[in-house]
C-alpha cells in the first residue's frame, strides 16, 4: 500500500514537471511568432485627434541669449601714448636699472601692502 | 598674537616681495629669504656659466646627474610643454641668445641681427626619477626662465604658508596662500603698461597670478630690428602677436606661467578662447590697439575694474 502511495506520488510529480516543461516551450514558441509577425507586419502610427483642448506650442531651439566666452573690459583705444623706447644707441637701457639696490629691510605693518601683478621688471 | 611683515628684495633679476602674517618670528623667517634664493640661482640661472643648468646644457646629448630643485623645475618645463601642447618650449635658449637676450637684461649690450638659433624637441627630454637624471636632446639648450619664478613662487609660498597667510611676489608672479586676518583673500592689483592706474583689483586665496608681456624687456639690433623676450617656438622669433600683457589666474603658479606664454603666442581671441578651455584658469589681456579683454571668469576673482 505504501509502495502504491510513493508510485502514485512520483508519478503526479513527473506529470506535473512535464507539463510546466511543455507549457513553457509552446509560450516561448509563441512570443517567437509574434514576433516574427510584428518584423514583417508594417507598424501604422496612431492617428492624433484633431480635436485638442490645449493649442500645441512647438518648442523653440533658437538661442536668444548666450553667456561670452570672452568680456571686453576696454574698447581699442584711438591714440596711445607711445609705448616704444627712445633709442640713441643700439643698446636700449631699461627704464629703471637696479645694478645697486638699496639695503632689504623687513617691516611690521598695520594692512597689507600693496602688491600688483605686471611683467617682470 | 599676529603680526603682518613685509619684506622686498632683489632676486633672479627683479623685486621680490613676501608679506606674511604669523604670530612667529616674522623677521627671522622672511629674512632667510635672499639666501635661499642666491641658493636656487645658483642652481637655475642661464646667467651663471658655473650653475648647475648651465652644466648640464654642456652636456646635451648625455644623462647628467642634477641637483633635486633642478630635476624639479625641468619636471615642471615638460609638463608645462605638454599642457600648452610646445608653445612653451624650455628650449628656447639658442633662439634666446640668438636674439639678443644672451646676458642679463639690464646688462644688454649691441646687439648683432640676422641670428637665428635652433630649438630642440621638448619631448626628447629625458628624465630619470630613480636616479635623478637628465639628457636633453644634443645641440640643444634649456632655458627656465619661463617656469622658475613660478617653481618658486610656490616652493616659497608653500613654505612661509605653515606659518601664516602669505603672499609672495616674483617679479610680478604672485601666489598667495590663505588670506590676512579679517580679509576674503588678498589684494591684487594689475598693472596697465599704458597707465599708472591699475586696469582691476583682484581679491585672491589659495591661487596665483601671473603675468607676461613684451612691454617692458623690449630692445632693438644694431640695425633697428626690434626684438622682445618671448620667443616663439613655431618660428625661433621673438613673438608677433597683438598681446601686450596677458595674466593669468590659476591655482599653481608654474602653470600660470606656462599659459601666460600660450596666450600671448596665440594672440588675443584665440589665446583667450584656447584658455575657456584649459581647467580652472582665468585670462586678461591688454592688446597692442589698447583693448582689454578677459575670460568670463575672471569676473569671479574681480573685487574693482578700474578702466
Given at each position: 500500500m505504501a509502495n502504491i502511495s510513493k508510485s502514485k506520488q512520483f508519478l503526479v510529480r513527473t506529470v506535473l514537471v512535464a507539463g510546466s516543461t511543455v507549457a513553457t516551450l509552446i509560450g516561448a514558441q509563441s512570443f517567437a511568432l509574434f514576433d516574427q509577425r510584428a518584423q514583417l507586419t508594417p507598424q501604422v502610427a496612431p492617428t492624433v485627434s484633431t480635436q485638442t483642448l490645449l493649442p500645441v506650442q512647438q518648442p523653440t531651439t533658437e538661442i536668444l541669449h548666450q553667456a561670452p566666452s570672452i568680456i571686453i573690459l576696454r574698447q581699442p583705444q584711438s591714440a596711445l601714448p607711445n609705448v616704444r623706447p627712445v633709442v640713441n644707441t643700439p643698446a636700449i637701457i631699461p627704464p629703471n636699472p637696479q645694478i645697486s639696490a638699496p639695503a632689504p629691510v623687513i617691516v611690521q605693518q598695520q594692512q597689507q601692502a600693496p602688491a600688483t601683478s605686471r611683467s617682470s621688471r | 598674537m599676529k603680526a603682518l611683515y613685509h619684506f622686498s628684495f632683489r632676486a633672479m633679476g627683479c623685486m621680490v616681495e613676501a608679506q606674511l602674517q604669523t604670530d612667529q618670528d616674522g623677521t627671522a623667517l622672511l629674512a632667510a629669504l635672499p639666501a635661499q634664493f642666491e641658493a636656487l640661482e645658483a642652481q637655475l640661472s642661464r646667467f651663471r656659466s658655473d650653475s648647475d643648468l648651465m652644466k648640464l646644457n654642456a652636456r646635451a646629448g648625455q644623462w647628467t646627474f642634477v641637483s633635486e630643485v633642478l630635476y624639479q623645475n625641468i619636471a615642471a618645463a615638460k609638463q608645462a610643454a605638454r599642457l600648452t601642447n610646445g608653445l612653451y618650449n624650455p628650449l628656447v635658449l639658442p633662439a634666446l641668445i640668438a636674439s639678443g637676450y644672451d646676458r642679463s637684461f639690464e646688462k644688454l649690450g649691441e646687439v648683432p641681427s640676422g641670428k637665428v638659433g635652433a630649438i630642440g624637441?621638448?619631448?626628447?627630454?629625458?628624465?630619470?626619477?630613480?636616479?635623478?637624471?637628465?639628457?636633453?636632446?644634443?645641440?640643444?639648450?634649456?632655458?627656465?626662465?619661463?617656469?622658475?619664478?613660478?617653481?618658486?613662487?610656490?616652493?616659497?609660498?608653500?613654505?612661509?604658508?605653515?606659518?601664516?597667510?602669505?603672499?609672495?611676489?616674483?617679479?610680478?608672479?604672485?601666489?598667495?596662500?590663505?588670506?590676512?586676518?579679517?580679509?576674503?583673500?588678498?589684494?591684487?592689483?594689475?598693472?596697465?603698461?599704458?597707465?599708472?592706474?591699475?586696469?582691476?583689483?583682484?581679491?585672491?586665496?589659495?591661487?596665483?597670478?601671473?603675468?607676461?608681456?613684451?612691454?617692458?624687456?623690449?630692445?632693438?639690433?644694431?640695425?633697428?630690428?626690434?626684438?622682445?623676450?618671448?620667443?616663439?617656438?613655431?618660428?625661433?622669433?621673438?613673438?608677433?602677436?597683438?598681446?601686450?600683457?596677458?595674466?593669468?589666474?590659476?591655482?599653481?603658479?608654474?602653470?600660470?606661467?606656462?599659459?601666460?606664454?600660450?596666450?600671448?603666442?596665440?594672440?588675443?581671441?584665440?589665446?583667450?578662447?584656447?584658455?575657456?578651455?584649459?581647467?580652472?584658469?582665468?585670462?586678461?589681456?591688454?592688446?597692442?590697439?589698447?583693448?582689454?579683454?578677459?575670460?568670463?571668469?575672471?569676473?569671479?576673482?574681480?573685487?574693482?575694474?578700474?578702466?
Open positions: - | 624637441d621638448w619631448h626628447a627630454i629625458q628624465l630619470r626619477r630613480q636616479t635623478q637624471e637628465v639628457c636633453l636632446p644634443a645641440g640643444s639648450a634649456l632655458d627656465l626662465g619661463g617656469i622658475a619664478k613660478g617653481w618658486t613662487a610656490k616652493l616659497v609660498a608653500d613654505q612661509l604658508a605653515q606659518y601664516g597667510a602669505c603672499l609672495i611676489s616674483i617679479g610680478g608672479d604672485i601666489a598667495v596662500r590663505g588670506a590676512p586676518l579679517g580679509e576674503t583673500g588678498w589684494n591684487i592689483s594689475i598693472a596697465d603698461p599704458d597707465r599708472s592706474v591699475p586696469i582691476c583689483e583682484l581679491t585672491l586665496h589659495d591661487r596665483a597670478v601671473v603675468t607676461s608681456g613684451i612691454d617692458y624687456r623690449r630692445w632693438q639690433t644694431v640695425d633697428g630690428q626690434p626684438r622682445h623676450h618671448i620667443i616663439d617656438p613655431r618660428t625661433g622669433q621673438p613673438a608677433e602677436t597683438d598681446v601686450r600683457t596677458v595674466s593669468i589666474v590659476h591655482p599653481h603658479a608654474p602653470t600660470a606661467e606656462a599659459f601666460s606664454k600660450a596666450v600671448l603666442l596665440l594672440g588675443s581671441r584665440l589665446g583667450l578662447e584656447w584658455l575657456n578651455q584649459q581647467w580652472d584658469a582665468s585670462g586678461l589681456v591688454v592688446c597692442s590697439d589698447g583693448a582689454i579683454l578677459s575670460t568670463s571668469n575672471w569676473l569671479v576673482n574681480m573685487q574693482r575694474n578700474l578702466v
